[in-house]
């Protein structure tokens, strides 16, 4: 039994809570898993700091992170949240079997049809130049995005097929499941229920999915992202539908960086360059194609989940 019913706290006092939540299943898994990882990869607490090349590492304590950042907190804020006494944590984050195989296709079609728009907003992100005044930020912020670059081409670059398998694992299946589970089951609902304005939540909810990522020439993809994933989460009331979206975007990049050398000469060699911030007739065509067809699927999703809801409500009659 609950000593206090948090599921009619204020939705700002919920927010406090999940962040205080996170920061705690932080700072307690990184403290196990830094334990387990000591005979494991054979390292000590003072060579902790200088585990740069240790890539094994690098990804163990990844994986780890996604889950004490992301996973157990919404779990937690689930069950904290509900308001009712069973099956709670499944109920609140809306976890349900996907309802047919069309629903499923539009959801695997969308995140391959926003990959060209997302890559021209990528471009226009990262030629954004602050004022004078704000250079010291702006070389701050490169250097930061160069060190992150730096890590992802380390975890990414591999010609092993075992090591494709632990990126998908790593960078696709449980950032999928943690961010969603965190930014769409958790957060996006608690911003629905304060502004009470689903365009408001949801573009709220992705712009602190994005600010997370603590990348800002990727803000505004990223940005655009978490908001279609939260509007498939929103129509489909099902957590599963920007989970599954959430992975193929991932999956196939890192899929793609696995061939890169392959790719060289093709539109899609751009996509790991962050220098290539051209702008040409044929990136303005693909992102007009790509928004089109976006918009188009979305909109076919939307009214498919809609026509759901009708049917069941005439069912229910």
Same mark, same amino acid.
């Given at each position: 039994m609950r000593f206090l019913n948090f599921s009619t706290l204020h939705p700002f006092a919920q927010l406090l809570f999940l962040v205080f939540v996170s920061i705690a299943s932080l700072m307690l898994t990184v403290a196990v898993s830094t334990l387990i990882a000591i005979p494991l990869f054979g390292i000590s607490f003072e060579t902790l700091g200088q585990t740069s090349?240790?890539?094994?590492y690098l990804k163990y304590s990844q994986a780890m992170q996604s889950v004490g950042l992301f996973i157990v907190p919404a779990l937690v804020a689930a069950y904290i949240f509900s308001e009712t006494d069973t099956k709670q944590i499944r109920n609140y984050l809306q976890i349900k079997r996907p309802e047919n195989s069309r629903n499923i296709m539009f959801v695997f079609l969308i995140p391959l049809a926003a990959m060209p728009i997302i890559s021209f907003t990528g471009k226009l992100n990262a030629g954004i130049q602050l004022p004078e005044s704000l250079h010291a930020l702006e070389l701050s912020m490169q250097a930061l995005e160069e060190t992150?670059?730096?890590i992802v081409e380390k975890f990414l670059i591999t010609n092993s097929y075992s090591a494709l398998f632990v990126n998908i694992l790593i960078i696709a299946i449980l950032p999928a499941i943690g961010e969603e589970l965190f930014f769409r089951g958790? $957060?996006?609902?608690?911003? &629905?229920r304060w502004t009470s304005n689903p365009h408001v939540g949801i573009f709220l909810a992705s712009a602190i999915f994005s600010f997370i990522h603590f990348q800002f020439y990727g803000f505004i993809p990223r940005l655009l992202l978490g908001m279609v994933f939260g509007y498939l989460f929103f129509w489909s009331k099902n957590i599963w539908y920007p989970i599954i979206a959430h992975f193929i975007n991932n999956a196939v990049a890192v899929i793609l960086y696995f061939f890169y050398n392959d790719l060289q000469g093709t539109p899609f060699a751009d996509e790991f360059d962050s220098t290539a911030h051209a702008i040409d007739n044929s990136v303005l065509m693909f992102?007009? $194609?790509?928004l089109?067809? &976006?918009?188009a699927l979305l909109y076919t999703f939307y009214k498919t989940q809609k026509n759901k809801?009708?049917?069941?409500?005439?069912?229910e009659k």
């Open positions: 090349e240790n890539i094994a992150a670059k730096k958790t $957060v996006q609902r608690i911003l &629905l992102a007009a $194609v790509s089109s067809a &976006l918009i809801q009708n049917d069941n409500l005439l069912q």
